[in-house]
């Protein structure tokens, strides 16, 4: 009997699937679903993996990538769906554990807030969308999302504002000067992570960029921090890890010397750095011009860099 269409038989089918398999194997078939624009399946994947397991974590972050996709799709009322179910069992986990002892309820519920806030933005409530996303980084100001948090709030509102201080005090390469004294010079911060494949194929683009632009004060700076392991992921104290950042920046970013890296887990949170590469441009009056969580292209950055030095 040909079982195509019939959607008791697609339940069935599914349910064996998923008694047999990891639950690791539930995100990565939701994103492929998505990126075929499979919606429908993603929802019926999760609720058969949900009659089978539970609400779990994992569950719930394959939820909120229903959310995600739906809002690059630009389905609005969609992805706001997908991210209030994904809060609503987020928020009721919280009420027997803590948000991170594990990694995918932190990042589900940092991707419903982003969601939530881009959907506002996205119906012309930009103010609104701030004003959520500030309440949510006071409520989660101690936990792994308050970088995330941040990165969207700076995403709809740090153009045209002062750019934060950078924390210096502990730095690799020439020592980093406070950014109200380059005052004067277009600044580039390069947000970089030593285990980041991207951070290291937007080096020699930043490079080339900067290069080409050096002899009109464009001055580049580093910002890294420490992560807690060296290769391989083997944990690391402070003290390990260091010379093990100072060894991949000598590496994998000489291209980019004499570049100054300051080593600080607080610049990250302060600058919503929980994507890298994180690309932040400042203008000779010390405002930013561009905030660009991820990688950048070579056209992309030098238009930009181009403009900046011209202000």
Known sequence: MNGKGNPMIVRILLLLVFASAAPAALVKDVRAAIAQNGFKQGEALIQSYRSYHGITPEMILALSWLGRGALAAKQLDQADSYAAETRKLALAQLHSRPLDVEKD???ALGASIEVQAHVMDSRGRRSEAIGFLRRELATYHA??????????I??????????????LESYLGPRPEPLDRLKGKPVVLF????????????????????????????AVIGPTQRYGYVAEGRDATPEQETPYIDEIRRRFYS???????????????????STTPTLVLID????????HPGAVSEDSLDAAVQSLVGK
């Open 191 to 218: 947000f970089w992570a030593h285990w980041c494949s991207d951070c290291k194929a937007q080096a020699p683009i930043l490079g080339r960029v900067a290069a080409k632009y050096a002899s009109q004060g464009l």
């Open 105 to 107: 309820l932190p990042l």
């Open 284 to 291: 000779r009056k010390g405002l930013v011009r561009a905030y």
């Open 154 to 167: 700076h995403l709809l509102s740090l153009a045209g504002r002062p750019a934060p201080p950078l924390e």
């Open 143 to 152: 936990t792994s999302i308050r970088a995330r948090i941040q990165k969207n």
């Open 255 to 273: 291209v980019l010397d004499p570049m100054a890296v300051p080593v600080s887990e607080e610049n990250f949170r302060n600058y919503g750095a």
